[in-house]
């Protein structure tokens, strides 16, 4: 979900040429995880067609009397964002697997038509859900104090406890292949029992049009899945599917080995902070 924490910043490394042994022995490690992440993405999905996508397709339906300004916009662009998000996820066949670290995370890939490709990690981490959801959306605009991606986040709106619209850009710094990117978005959260959900979508505004020296990102509908553990409350799967067209000039197969590699530093350096809490 998060276009802001995306870390842009990455290199790219070409991997040299294995021996067909080696190449077994990985193939029988891939899989392996593989089974392990199906059975606990078969918890999650169940979770979100339970609790959560039907909510989303019964408020689609409703018809929502708008308050002031276009609170009602910035309110439905953010649900249908979520609602968008959610479904992609909730479809298991078609993801492969690009990378696997020795902590478990894992990121896999799937081509949507309309989307492009789009990356869907998994990861444990060290804290509850109320305090990632703190820190990834309440206390967003502190986001550049911990995480080095990022060079400023602002709220321009809040539309109510669930809904935002934030600016961010990303850090320019000498290893960014990608260069620097802004991005306008509406981020909405919802709470569901053990799970909190973060989605958004960019969003145009005649108020806040590109800005000089930077190129305007964005981002198809994406979203982060925080679910506490059953074993450990104080522990969360962190669900996150990226979703995103950096615009520009770079070729697709920088870009696609990029995003990934920004999802696993965008992770590590949240860990960092948790640690330090």
């Known amino acids: ?56 397709n019964e408020v689609k339906q409703e018809a929502v009397k708008p308050t ?60 509850s859900v109320e305090e990632l959801y703190d820190i990834l959306y309440v206390r967003v605009q502190e986001m550049p104090q911990w995480n080095p991606s990022i060079q400023h986040i602002e709220v321009l709106k809040h539309v109510g406890p669930e809904t935002i619209v934030t600016h961010e850009v990303s850090a320019g710094t000498a290893a960014n292949l ?3 990117r802004d991005f306008v978005s509406v981020r909405h959260s919802c ?12 969003i145009q505004l005649e108020s806040f049009p590109p800005q000089a020296g930077f190129v305007r990102a964005e981002d198809g509908p994406t979203c982060i899945v925080l679910q506490a553990l059953d074993e450990d409350k104080t522990k969360s799967r962190f669900t ?24 696993l530093d965008f992770t590590r350096h949240l860990r960092r902070h948790l640690a330090v809490r």
Not at 97 to 126: H, Q, Y
């Open 191 to 202: 709470k569901q029992k053990s799970c909190i959900y973060l989605g958004g979508a960019a």
């Open 1 to 56: 979900m998060l276009r802001a924490v995306v870390k842009l910043c990455c290199g790219i490394s070409y991997p040299h040429v294995r021996s067909m042994a080696g190449l077994q022995r990985r193939a029988v490690a891939v899989i392996g995880q593989e089974i392990t992440q199906l059975q606990q993405w078969e918890q999650i999905q169940q979770h979100i067609r339970t609790h959560v996508a039907l909510n989303y």
């Open 68 to 127: 002031t300004g276009n609170q009602l916009y910035y309110e439905q662009h953010g649900r249908e964002a979520m609602r968008k998000a959610l479904s992609m996820l909730e479809d298991k066949d078609g993801w492969k697997v690009e990378m696997t670290e020795s902590n478990g995370d894992v990121i896999c890939s799937k081509v949507i038509p309309g989307a492009g490709k789009v990356f869907r990690m998994e990861a444990v981490l060290e804290a």
């Open 240 to 263: 996150w599917l990226l979703n995103m067209d950096v615009k520009g000039w770079l070729p697709k197969s920088i870009v696609n080995q990029a995003l990934p590699r920004a999802q």
């Open 178 to 180: 990608i260069g620097q």
